[in-house]
């Protein structure tokens, strides 16, 4: 693959334009009418806060990683030969994403944190609900390594699987990078300026680039010498 400059030069664009229109404080009315409109409905609705306590549990956060590795295995499964290693090279490379961009955001400057903390007034699902453990808190919530992990799943799913899976993996995805939002332990922007302009800017380097392809390439023969000894490939 040749360098695709155009792609690369608008994904660096829109990773910029959502951090500092959230550095400028364009985001702040969002964030905190969506806040409090969860926070609410936490004593208002019937139910509510047991449902936001139950979606935060950690051992959730399992269960939702183990469904994303699923569709990539299923994606691999329905592929052979060198193509299904070339898919755990991918695979591989995700979680290599991953360590880097939650470790680029611990490094960032920016201390920010939860609405729960910043609003002493604020309802805590962990206080409403206290048989279920529950995360609504975080001292430095920007960004979100939760959104981090949905972010560059999303992004490898865009760019890798085919088209129909992506009616089912993109609002799958939205829907599950929520709890941590309604339970008011990260602000709307800890996922969209500043989870998401960390994928973006991985998606530019690695599929606008031929970054991914050489790192691929030098892989994909190893990978595939393993699959074959597990017999998992003819």
Request: proline share 5%; charged share 15%; net charge positive.
């Amino acid at each position: 693959m040749q360098w695709d400059l155009k792609g690369w030069a608008a994904l660096h664009a829109l990773a910029l334009l959502l951090f500092f229109s959230w550095f400028l404080g364009y985001w702040q009315g969002l964030d905190e009418g969506l806040f409090w409109l969860f926070n609410g409905w936490l004593v208002t609705v019937p139910g509510w806060a047991e449902f936001v306590a139950f979606v935060n549990q950690r051992w959730i956060d399992g269960a939702v990683a183990l469904l994303m590795a699923l569709f990539v295995f299923h994606h691999a499964w329905r592929v052979s030969g060198r193509e299904r290693a070339r898919i755990c090279c991918l695979l591989l490379i995700m979680a290599g994403c991953f360590s880097i961009q939650a470790a680029v955001g611990k490094a960032l400057p920016i201390e920010r944190p939860s609405p729960t903390l910043v609003y002493e007034q604020a309802e805590r699902v962990s206080q409403l609900v206290p048989h279920i453990k529950a995360k609504d808190a975080s001292g430095d919530s920007f960004p979100s390594d939760h959104g981090i992990g949905f972010a560059t799943f999303l992004l490898f799913a865009v760019y890798q699987f085919p088209r129909r899976y992506l009616y089912v993996v993109v609002p799958l995805v939205l829907a599950l990078a929520m709890p941590r939002v309604m339970s008011g332990a990260h602000w709307l922007t800890d996922f969209l300026c500043g989870s998401v302009p960390l994928a973006l800017i991985t998606g530019a380097w690695l599929f606008h680039t031929p970054l991914a392809n050489r790192v691929i390439n030098l892989a994909t023969g190893l990978v595939e010498g393993l699959l074959r000894r597990l017999r998992l490939i003819g």
